[in-house]
């Protein structure tokens, strides 16, 4: 074979690596030496953002630590579509099901890096648990909740409001927990769907189960961190992390719901 297919196998060898979430190049010799040749030759990091390109991909991030971070464009055969996600979490794609799990993710990534310098900050591992997720979501749907009654009080028109103060009401209206005829966690409880959406996560790399731990408590991927920092551009995420509803406590990190004691 000729140099540039040589390269272009190469090229397309480090892809493949980076949408397999759970293999990271200190667990692979190929992979490790294929992240440092990115690093390294400016022409192959070319070529390999050229064939992701081709694929609708985006290349977010490459490193030692996590490898090849890639994001799908909106029109990309890779996207993880509404259908596929209902499929892989057991989520009925109805609407208010979607929105339940939408404000699951967005507060699993405000909880999980609070500030903008653990986005920045690549030895930051963040911690995350359901019923920590469920909390700081229901206590945002009182504050949207207040809102909502506020603009009312003021005439405002509802539909000029945020995407997540029309959202708390399909959130608040389902039990934080309740159990099936043989004693699981029912899916359609906000804890049940945010376990669902959790392991989701797990599932793509992105959050590892704590040891020993059953009750749902997670630590960060530097691959979650790498996608956080795009999701931190989204209005609705920002929306949430400057609610009020999450507050850090030490320069560690540690973080408690406002109005109560609890650490998380």
Request: net charge negative; charged share 30%.
């Amino acid at each position: 074979m000729s140099e540039f297919t040589d390269d272009a196998t190469d090229a397309a060898r480090l892809i493949v690596l980076g949408m397999r979430p759970k293999q990271v190049p200190r667990r692979d010799l190929d992979y490790a030496d294929l992240v440092r040749r990115y690093a390294n030759d400016e022409d192959f990091a070319d070529l390999v953002r050229a064939v992701a390109n081709g694929f609708d991909l985006i290349v977010l991030d490459v490193n030692e630590r996590s490898g090849m971070v890639l994001g799908p464009r909106a029109d990309s055969i890779f996207i993880v579509r509404i259908d596929e996600y209902a499929r892989r979490s057991t989520l009925s794609g109805r609407g208010l099901d979607r929105v339940i799990h939408g404000l699951a993710h967005l507060a699993t990534a405000a909880i999980a890096f609070p500030r903008p310098d653990d986005l920045a900050n690549d030895t930051y591992v963040g911690y995350v648990a359901v019923d920590q997720v469920d909390a700081v979501v229901r206590d945002a749907c009182r504050v949207l909740k207040e809102r909502a009654a506020a603009a009312e009080e003021n005439q405002d028109p509802i539909d000029t409001a945020p995407d997540l103060e029309r959202a708390w009401r399909a959130y608040e209206r389902r039990p934080a927990a309740s159990k099936t005829k043989d004693d699981r966690l029912a899916t359609d409880s906000t804890r049940g769907m945010i376990t669902k959406a959790v392991r989701f996560l797990a599932d793509q790399g992105l959050l590892i189960q704590r040891a020993g731990d059953t009750a749902g408590a997670y630590r960060t991927t530097p691959r979650y961190q790498t996608m956080v920092r795009e999701l931190a551009a989204n209005a609705a995420f920002k929306e949430l992390t400057d609610m009020g509803v999450i507050t850090v406590t030490d320069p560690t990190g540690s973080l408690r719901l406002v109005g109560t004691d609890d650490t998380l």
